[in-house]
């Protein structure tokens, strides 16, 4: 039997959501409480599982728990670490589509955040999935090794922090409109949404047990299929069908966002795209390990619609 | 020589304030650079800088040096630790004054961050704080005490998050213009401002190496002292004066916010307010600690004007 990757990412996502929906109980016997400040609280909860359920390709933690399982280490076990990057990723997405910010109304094909609960809820919701991350880290059971949970906390800190996915995006807000530049869109990229690919790697390589040689040539698999990705959803923003993307294309240009397209063609975008894809690739064959899963995952990547 | 708790509160607030400065890197050498992407960071980090040294009482990061002192742990070694509650403090005060919340222009006799740095920035300046929070935790030095550091990660992203100080703030929103009634009032001071002054004070104990006893009895302290904290913040908004308070008063009653005054009335408030604080003051009898500082603390926020 072959391998499928549509099959595995499918399974995985389950997998994820499933786990996610024990890290966050639902709301709803609350909602029935008479006592409004609980009642609140049920309102708060059902915001951060509307977007926490709102789709998604799920592909920050399926790439920690493909990676621990690359490396032979325990993936059910690895579920709370793993979730932890998708409660940052959508907590990102809430606050990047606020009136202030993007200003989006749409994202996946449902109305965002904001529209749904209110600009308020919508803030307060990402700063709870934000929060959430470090709460469930924080609880993840690794008896004996505190010092590697530690480690998982400060690798997700990190990345997401001011000089890192946070930093990408605010370089990105103050871009738009400006006079592209290669250097600026490059670190946009390489904050805005590689930190978090190249950390959800690190994480469950961390998980897992891998040695230090293991971990540079993972990231370096990491960073490049991290690039590969943003440059494929600026071309899909582009050449993409509105339909499969569940958002409205051209939606960048209407922004004067810094793209690769518009920086540097769509021809050239393609040739970066299909080089990067092939040095994150390249990467995997310095581990001694069966690496089918993480190329598999690339070349997927490489080729998606949305 | 008698202890004088304003000296003693002025002095732990500069330390507290020199190793913030030490946490976050000013952006100033980076504004220079011709690399957009650089120079958006230093933005930044400027703007999380702006509100982190607006001034402010840093009476949690104070709550739990004193804590760790009353116990006899290493004061100047908890100072991350400390820290990482003024910075979660010091995003929820930026997203809080944000127009779709309680749209405030002034804290503190100063523009608040979005007025300075726009909405957007204040968004991000606000997520990059609470997750330095967790940065600056993760890489605490505790060597050999890996479980107890894990121990302050949960307890501050549990205070925080949505069952704590995010859900205060959630309930806090929702409750303006309805119909007052004293379990919501009690919920949104427990949770938007207890959560965080009782975290404060647990987080310095089991820095400390407390036992569960004297957790348990710090931990009422600190229940009871948030209370009147927030009881005595009620009042001011009422009867304080707006020089000395740093914004306008009456803005609660404009805002139709629920608090004890309006619930109460004036008198009732001031019983409440002395009360809680003899219960603060009583829960540390069963220490068998010096808790002169301890006390202190909660008789000068009893008296505080501002």
């Keep these: ?157 990190d990345a997401s922090g001011y000089a890192g996915m946070i930093g990408g995006q605010m370089a990105d807000i103050q871009a738009e409109g400006k006079q592209p530049d290669p250097q600026t869109l490059e670190f946009i990229h390489r904050h805005k949404t590689g930190d978090l690919l190249r950390a959800a790697v690190q994480m469950g390589a961390v998980f897992a047990g891998a040695n230090e040689q293991e971990i540079l040539h993972l990231t370096l698999y990491a960073m490049n299929l991290g690039l590969a990705f943003q440059i494929q959803d600026d071309l899909l923003d582009v050449e993409g069908n509105a339909d499969q993307l569940g958002k409205s294309t051209g939606a960048d240009e209407a922004h004067g966002k810094l793209t690769y397209p518009s920086l540097f063609g769509l021809e050239e975008s393609h040739k970066k795209l299909n080089e990067t894809t092939q040095q994150a690739l390249s990467a995997l064959n310095h581990l001694p390990h069966d690496t089918t899963v993480l190329r598999e995952i690339a070349n997927y990547l490489l080729t998606r619609v949305n």
Tied chains: 1, 2.
């Design 1 to 157: 039997m072959s391998f499928v990757i549509e099959d595995y990412l499918k399974e995985a996502a389950c997998e994820v959501e499933q786990a996610m929906d024990k890290l966050l109980p639902s709301g709803k016997e609350r909602m029935f409480s008479r006592h409004a400040g609980l009642e609140s609280t049920g309102l708060l909860i059902e915001s951060m599982r509307y977007s926490l359920f709102a789709g998604g390709k799920r592909i920050r933690p399926i790439l920690a728990l493909a990676t621990v399982e690359t490396l032979g280490g325990n993936r059910q076990a690895a579920l709370p670490v793993a979730c932890s990057l998708e409660l940052i990723h959508t907590y990102s997405l809430i606050h990047d589509d606020l009136p202030a910010m993007d200003d989006d109304d749409f994202r996946r094909g449902k109305p965002t955040n904001h529209k749904v609960y209110g600009e308020a809820v919508a803030v307060l919701a990402g700063d709870a999935l934000l929060t959430l991350a470090f709460q469930v880290l924080s609880q993840v059971e690794m008896p004996q090794r505190e010092k590697e949970l530690l480690q998982l906390i400060r690798i997700l800190s």
